[in-house]
T-cell receptor
Framework: EPEVTQTPSHQVTQMGQEVILRCVPISNHLYFYWYRQILGQKVEFLVSFYNNEISEKSEIFDDQFSVERPDGSNFTLKIRSTKLEDSAMYFC?????????????FGNGTRLTVT | AQTVTQSQPEMSVQEAETVTLSCTYDTSESDYYLFWYKQPPSRQMILVIRQEAYKQQNATENRFSVNFQKAAKSFSLKISDSQLGDAAMYFCAYSNFGNEKLTFGTGTRLTIIP
């Protein structure tokens, strides 16, 4: 079964540094998402992306965050200047919007640790 | 805005027994979708079961079934014949019709006792 893949599985960075988290969604999916889960807390929506532009974003997704689909397969989340509170598990997801209510397929996540 | 509430932070069940995880939600929409996701220690989010709000019939998926009460805005998950591999964090989630963005509950950690 096709999978969403995320790299790296674990990223350690220093406060103030830029990080790029990478995702390869399922190939025929049209909607892409990033979610965040701070340790011990619930999964929070960051941003959705469709047709090469952001379709919706949450309050968490401020100017420090950006997303890009640089080619036909990758979908990236960039954090420009990381803060300690950005430490979390970041999940990429994709869905087949042509099928109404199709479930999101999640990747295995990238654990980001900001020191 | 929609909200999802899971009132049981932790649950435990004896292996082979049945357990029910609770979930309530709040929405003013009439068409929407509800999901249960499982998150094992590997941290991957795995879809367990999905329910369309316009369907009265409760969804089932092998040992997993739901009790969907639309008027009460309740969506509980029943796991029958619990197995050690069912140990995980379980998240209830909601999405509006026409928008796949998920709103998650805070999760229930399920422990299986051998």
């Amino acid at each position: 079964e096709p999978e969403v893949t995320q790299t790296p599985s674990h990223q350690v960075t220093q406060m103030g540094q830029e990080v790029i988290l990478r995702c390869v969604p399922i190939s025929n999916h049209l909607y892409f998402y990033w979610y965040r889960q701070i340790l011990g807390q619930k999964v929070e929506f960051l941003v959705s992306f469709y047709n090469n532009e952001i379709s919706e974003k949450s309050e968490i997704f401020d100017d420090q965050f950006s997303v890009e689909r640089p080619d036909g397969s990758n979908f990236t989340l960039k954090i420009r200047s990381t803060k300690l509170e950005d430490s979390a598990m970041y999940f990429c997801a994709s869905s087949d919007w042509e099928k109404q209510g199709s479930p999101l397929h999640f990747g295995n996540g990238t654990r980001l640790t900001v020191t | 805005a929609q909200t999802v509430t899971q009132s049981q932070p932790e649950m435990s069940v004896q292996e082979a027994e049945t357990v029910t995880l609770s979930c309530t939600y709040d929405t003013s929409e009439s068409d929407y979708y509800l999901f249960w996701y499982k998150q094992p220690p590997s941290r991957q989010m795995i879809l367990v079961i999905r329910q369309e709000a316009y369907k009265q019939q409760n969804a089932t998926e092998n040992r997993f079934s739901v009790n969907f009460q639309k008027a009460a805005k309740s969506f509980s998950l029943k796991i029958s014949d619990s197995q050690l591999g069912d140990a995980a964090m379980y998240f209830c989630a909601y999405s509006n019709f026409g928008n796949e963005k998920l709103t998650f509950g805070t999760g229930t950690r399920l422990t299986i006792i051998p």
